[in-house]
């Protein structure tokens, strides 16, 4: 039998892998995408993602104007006012809050991960495919690449694209000394949904703004919002008002179509209770264990975090790839959280993604129609996303240290 042959193979359907998807389809250049699972409903799915303008930037090249357009209409609206309290609900001054950057000019955009992923999902019949687990790869005498999968099967491709998150398999095979680090930062979050907040009486000052809580000592909570024009999705018919993939999971954290309030928290390991005791715990369980140790905060705050959807809480140790690995450019490469995972601090890691597809659907189009060398293609692609990549994961980093580290100094840091 024939093994199957597609110019360029992409293992993983998260952002950075159906962008570029999306990207190849548009420019003509023949493309497959393998994907485990057919829903994905890890727990980061469940909240939305601040979008900056290298993210923008890389939609606007990659999509078709009509998709672009979905983008533009469906996205959030986040708070663009920032606001410092302490436990007691004090105002505090903070310089650091006035000092932006390039990239936050967007900092009122957030998209809904689900909807986006609808979004880049739409069209790709005949290209996306679930329920193919990559396996392995080889290369092959006449340099192209064979890909097996669990189910017996196998693709060749003359470029294959590893875009299957932080725990890459095919990372695993094409780095298998590359490790990633536990930062020992133990983070939850939660939301409640603006409704819910007003028939609570939420103060105004934890829905309508930035709000960071700084205590005088111990670790702080980061709050925002996130606000859904729920006509938006009734003017594009290909994206769900609910992604009905996530219909049996109880609970509003999988709901896409409703605004909300969420925060989250960070503590150093051990503070809230040991990993193998904090990893049992449902959502309630985790909120009581929060509620321990910030029960003298003032009542309004606690209110918020009391009157949380437990369905949204959930445990997670925060990991980090390490920056700085260097291979030599072959017919295997690397994508997003595959290669240059981070931490969630600064919000760059699905924008980095979507700028990886950007930066290689550029120099495949290069390759493919303008004559430029293949590999010399895919070298360039990876000294780029490498550049911008890693310096993403040590600007993440340096941001968890200065945030979470704020009064007390993380354990796990000094290492980093």
């Given amino acids: 039998m024939t093994t199957p042959f597609v110019d360029v193979a992409i293992i993983g359907g998260g952002p950075g892998g159906l962008a570029l998807a999306q990207g190849l ?40 104007p009509h998709l672009f357009q979905a983008f533009l209409d469906t996205l959030g609206l986040a708070p663009t006012e920032n606001l410092v309290l302490n436990e007691t609900f004090q105002r505090l001054e903070d310089a650091s809050q006035r000092s932006g950057e390039p990239e936050d000019t967007h900092i009122e955009k957030s998209v809904s991960r689900i909807t986006l992923r609808q979004i880049l ?90 709000a960071t809580i700084r205590p005088r000592d111990g670790r702080g909570l980061m709050i925002t919002s996130h606000r859904v024009d729920p006509s938006a999705y009734a003017r594009h018919d290909f994206i769900g008002t609910e992604d009905p993939g996530h219909a049996d999971i109880p609970g509003f954290h999988f709901n896409n179509s409703t605004s909300y309030t969420w925060w989250n928290t960070a503590y150093d390991t051990d503070e809230l209770g040991p990993d193998d005791v904090l990893e049992t715990l449902d959502g309630a369980a985790l ?36 920056p700085g690995a260097t291979w030599q450019s072959g017919p295997v490469t690397l994508l997003g959280d595959a290669i240059h995972a981070m931490t969630y601090f600064r919000a760059l890691g699905g924008n980095t993604a979507l700028y990886d597809a950007g930066l290689l659907v550029r120099e495949l189009v290069a390759a493919r129609r303008h004559g430029k060398p293949p590999l010399a293609a895919v070298e360039d692609y990876e000294n780029a996303m490498r550049e911008h990549g890693y310096e993403a994961v040590r600007s993440s980093l340096s941001a968890m240290q200065r945030n979470v580290g704020v009064n007390r100094p993380l354990k796990a840091l000094a290492a980093l």
Avoid: C
């Avoid at 909120?287 to 369905?311: F, T």
């Fill in 25 to 64: 389809k548009k420019n003509g250049i023949d493309t497959a995408v393998f994907e485990r699972d057919p829903i994905r409903a890890d727990y980061v799915q469940g909240f939305r993602m601040r979008i900056r303008q290298r993210g923008i930037d890389a939609l606007q090249a990659n999509l078709p």
């Fill in 121 to 210: 999902l739409s069209g790709l019949d005949g290209v996306f495919h679930t329920g193919k687990r990559f396996e392995r790869y080889e290369t092959l005498p006449d340099s192209t690449v064979l890909a097996h999968f669990s189910d017996g099967s196998a693709i060749r491709a003359n470029l294959l694209v590893g875009a299957d998150g932080a725990g890459s398999a095919v990372r695993r095979q094409l780095l298998p000394d590359l490790k990633s680090i536990d930062t020992g930062v133990r983070r939850l979050a939660g939301k409640i949904t603006l409704d819910a907040a007003a028939r609570h009486g939420i103060s105004p000052l934890l829905t309508e703004f930035n």
């Fill in 287 to 322: 909120l009581e264990a929060l509620l321990g140790r910030i029960g003298h905060w003032d009542a309004r705050i606690l209110k918020l975090v009391r009157n949380s959807d437990p369905s949204t809480v959930a445990f997670l140790k925060v990991k980090s790839s390490t």
